[in-house]
Structure formats: structure tokens, C-alpha cells
């Protein structure tokens, strides 16, 4: 079940690859009212306390894939529906130390019916989170 909030309770955590924790994850729910294509998402700038992560950087997984923000954009076949909740992985060497810490996201998408000059639109959403050793 999605919460309200964009930014998802559950899945703020490190993650590992080969036994060394190389970033964090957390779920956002999609913010418009409707799903929308892959290539129209315009990424996803990350902020930790005093961190931050420009949009390109966070990898994006939709539909059991992960991609770039690149791959993404170029994408035909990829859908961000308003049901599924996007992982969305940052590169951080090391991960987050336990605790809480205030994650802020700004979420920038395309929407094909609204005039150029005012895209995209920017989705802001913070919340307190947790990492559990």
C-alpha cells in the first residue's frame, strides 16, 4: 500500500554490493495524478543534512529495472504508473551512518500537454527517516 507522503517510510536503507555498503535507497511515490513515461522524468535531486546529490546522479528503479537518468530519458518501453513505487538508489561510499536524519528530494517531471517555458515540474517533499544499524 502506498503512503501519501512522496517520500516512502519503509526502504530508507544502505545497501551493499559485494559486502561493501556503496549508497542508499528510499521509495518515492509518483507525484502527479497519472503515471507517466520514463523518458519524461527529468530526475530527482537528493539532499541528507548537509549532502546533496544533483539530479542526475540517483539511479531510478521501475519496473524490476534500474536505470540512469540518461537511460531514462531515452527509454520507450518504461512507465513510472501512479500504483508503483520508484527505488531510488544514490552513490555514497560508505552508505549513512545509523540514526535519523532529514531526507529532502525535489522530483522534476515533463508533462506533454503543459508549454515548454514552464517545465518541468518540480515536486519538493522532505521527511525524517531512519537507518537501522
Do not use: C
Not at 507517466?36 to 529495472?65: A, E, Y
Not at 534500474?66 to 552513490?91: G, K
Not at 506533454?112 to 517555458?117: C, D, F, G, H, T
Amino acid at each position: 500500500m502506498l503512503e501519501r507522503e512522496l517520500i516512502q517510510n519503509r526502504g530508507f536503507r544502505n545497501v551493499a554490493d559485494g559486502g561493501e555498503i556503496t549508497g542508499f535507497q528510499f521509495l518515492l511515490r509518483m507525484p502527479n495524478y497519472r503515471g507517466l513515461w520514463g523518458s519524461l522524468i527529468d530526475g530527482v535531486s537528493v539532499d541528507v543534512g548537509d549532502l546533496h546529490w544533483d539530479p542526475d546522479v540517483p539511479l531510478w528503479t521501475l519496473q524490476g529495472r534500474r536505470f540512469t537518468l540518461a537511460e531514462l530519458r531515452r527509454s520507450t518501453d518504461v512507465r513510472w504508473q501512479l500504483d508503483e513505487l520508484a527505488t531510488i538508489t544514490v552513490p555514497h561510499p560508505g552508505g549513512l551512518a545509523p540514526g535519523v536524519h532529514e531526507l529532502r528530494v525535489a522530483i522534476a517531471l515533463h508533462a506533454p500537454y503543459i508549454p515548454a517555458e514552464f517545465q518541468p515540474s518540480v515536486f519538493p517533499a522532505e521527511r525524517k527517516v531512519t537507518i537501522v544499524a
